[in-house]
C-alpha cells in the first residue's frame, strides 16, 4: 500500500470519519458524489484498489444508458475531511478519476483529460501552474423573489460598508482546512461582489481547489443565510465576475518564462505562449466563458477583456503581464469565468499556450495603451480584434480550432459543442421584460 493510502486510511480512524464523499465532476464542472458509509463495512482499502460501479449514464455528457458502467476510482491525495460537516461521525471528500469498467481511463471525464495534457509536459520535466482568482456575488432575495447583491460596497472597500468580510474570513479557514492556500481577498468592484485569489500550484490541484471552493462557499454562505451565485452577469449596469487565470511553465524549479537578460524580463518561450492563447482566443472562450451569461459580462465599458492583444500591466488588454518578475513571472489570461469547468479551461489554456511554444507564435509587440478609449480606426490600424461577442460565435470558433478541439478529446468535444448549440437555441427564442417593454406598443 502506497504512503498516500496509508495515511488516508490512518486520518480516517484518527478523526471518527464515518462517511466518504467520492467526488467527480460532469462535462460542465458540475460537482457530483457518491456518500459511502464506513459504518457499513465498506473498506476503504477497497475502495482504492477496485473502486466504485456507477451509473454513467445519469451524468451529463457521459454515456449512453447502453453503455452506462462506469468506475470511480479515488486518488488518496485528494482527502480532505469536510470543514462544515460534524466533527462527530465526520465526513471527508476523496476526488475520484473515471475509469471504464475495463480499467481504461474514461475520455468524457474532464479531470483524466487535463492529466493527459499534464502528462504530455511532465515527461518533458515541465509543470504548469496556476493561480486563478475566481470573483462571485452574495445576493439575497426580496418578499418577490427578485435577487439583489447584500451590500453596497465598491474595490477594497471595508466594513460596515463591505458585509462579506465575516464570510470570506470563514471561508479562508475552511479552505485553509482543506490543505488549500488562499493568497488574499477582498470585496470586488461591484455591490456584493468579492474575490479569493488562489496561490500558485500545480494546474490539477489548482482545478480540484477550484471545485471544492465553490462547493466550501454555497455550505457556508448558507449557514448564514445568504446566498452565493457564480454566475458571469448578474445584475445590469455593474461590472461581471471573472477569473483571471495567472500561469506560467516551470522546469527543475525554475521560471521559463521569465529572462533577467531581456528588456521586459519575458523569456521568448513566454512570448510564445502568449501567442498561442491570443491565436486561439476565440475557440478558448467557448471553453473559458461557456454559458450565454458570460457574454453578458465581455463587453466593452465594464473592465472587460474582449480585445486580442497583451500588455505589460495594461488591464484593458486580454492578457496581462504583472510587473513581478523572477520566479513569480507570469501572464495573467483575463478571459475565463467562474463557470467554467476547469479541468478543462485549464487544458485548453495550456494546449493553446504549447501550440504558441512549439510553431513559435509571435504575439507583437505589447500594447501600452488603454484599449478601451481606442477608437475602431485606431483599434484596425493596430491589428487588434475582439473576441467573440456571444456563445454561437464562441462555439462556431471552436469548431475551427482543431488544438481546442484536441485538448477536450473527440467524447467532450462532441458532447460539449452539442450542450453548447443546444443552449443557444434555448436563448435565442426566449422573450425578454425587455424585449416587451421596448416593442409592445409596436
Not at 17 to 31: A, M, S, W, Y
Not at 230 to 244: A, I, L, R, T
Request: aromatic letters at 10%; charged letters at 25%; hydrophobic letters at 35%.
Amino acid at each position: 500500500m502506497s504512503d498516500a493510502k496509508e495515511k488516508v486510511i490512518n486520518e480516517i480512524n484518527e478523526k471518527d470519519i464515518k462517511f466518504i464523499r467520492l467526488q467527480f465532476v460532469d462535462i460542465h464542472g458540475t460537482p457530483k458524489n457518491i456518500a459511502v458509509s464506513l459504518s457499513k463495512g465498506e473498506d476503504i482499502e477497497d475502495l482504492f484498489e477496485d473502486g466504485m460501479l456507477f451509473d454513467g449514464s445519469s451524468v451529463d455528457g457521459f454515456v449512453e444508458i447502453h453503455e452506462s458502467d462506469l468506475l470511480l476510482k479515488p486518488d488518496p491525495e485528494t482527502f480532505s475531511p469536510l470543514p462544515w460537516r460534524p466533527e462527530d461521525s465526520g465526513a471527508a471528500r476523496l476526488i475520484c478519476d473515471i475509469y471504464t469498467p475495463e480499467g481504461k481511463p474514461f475520455e468524457g471525464d474532464p479531470r483524466s483529460m487535463l492529466k493527459k495534457s499534464l502528462a504530455k509536459i511532465q515527461s518533458k520535466g515541465l509543470s504548469y501552474n496556476i493561480g486563478p482568482e475566481p470573483e462571485f456575488f452574495i445576493i439575497d432575495q426580496d418578499v418577490e423573489g427578485n435577487y439583489y447583491p447584500i451590500d453596497q460596497g465598491g474595490y477594497f472597500d471595508v466594513e460596515p460598508t463591505d458585509l462579506g468580510t465575516d464570510f470570506r474570513r470563514q471561508l479562508v479557514l475552511d479552505l485553509e482546512k482543506l490543505g488549500f492556500e488562499p493568497e488574499g481577498s477582498h470585496h470586488e468592484v461591484a455591490p456584493g461582489q468579492n474575490e479569493i485569489a488562489f496561490k500558485f500550484d500545480d494546474a490539477l490541484r489548482t482545478a480540484d481547489a477550484v471545485i471544492t471552493f465553490k462547493q466550501a462557499i454555497k455550505a457556508i454562505v448558507d449557514t448564514m443565510g445568504y446566498q452565493v451565485t457564480f454566475m458571469p452577469k448578474p445584475f445590469f449596469g455593474e461590472n461581471g465576475s471573472g477569473m483571471h487565470c495567472h500561469q506560467s511553465l516551470f522546469k527543475n524549479g525554475e521560471n521559463l518564462f521569465a529572462d533577467d537578460n531581456s528588456e521586459s524580463g519575458l523569456s521568448k518561450d513566454a512570448k510564445y505562449f502568449v501567442g498561442g492563447i491570443l491565436k486561439h482566443a476565440s475557440a478558448l472562450s467557448a471553453v473559458c466563458a461557456p454559458v450565454v451569461n458570460s457574454y453578458k459580462r465581455l463587453v466593452p465599458g465594464y473592465e472587460a477583456p474582449v480585445y486580442k492583444a497583451y500588455g505589460l500591466k495594461n488591464r484593458s488588454a486580454l492578457i496581462r503581464i504583472p510587473a513581478a518578475r523572477g520566479k513569480a513571472t507570469r501572464i495573467e489570461y483575463r478571459c475565463p469565468d467562474p463557470s467554467c469547468n476547469p479541468y478543462l479551461a485549464f487544458a485548453a489554456m495550456l494546449e493553446a499556450g504549447l501550440d504558441g511554444i512549439n510553431n513559435k507564435i509571435d504575439p507583437g509587440e505589447p500594447v501600452e495603451k488603454n484599449i478601451y478609449k481606442m477608437s475602431e480606426e485606431e483599434l484596425a490600424k493596430e491589428g487588434i480584434e475582439t473576441i467573440p461577442s456571444s456563445l454561437w460565435e464562441a462555439y462556431h470558433a471552436l469548431e475551427e480550432d482543431t488544438v481546442i478541439q484536441n485538448a477536450l478529446g473527440d467524447h467532450i468535444y462532441n458532447e460539449f459543442h452539442a450542450f453548447k448549440k443546444a443552449e443557444w437555441d434555448e436563448y435565442r427564442i426566449q422573450v425578454f421584460g425587455y424585449e416587451q417593454r421596448k416593442y409592445i406598443g409596436i
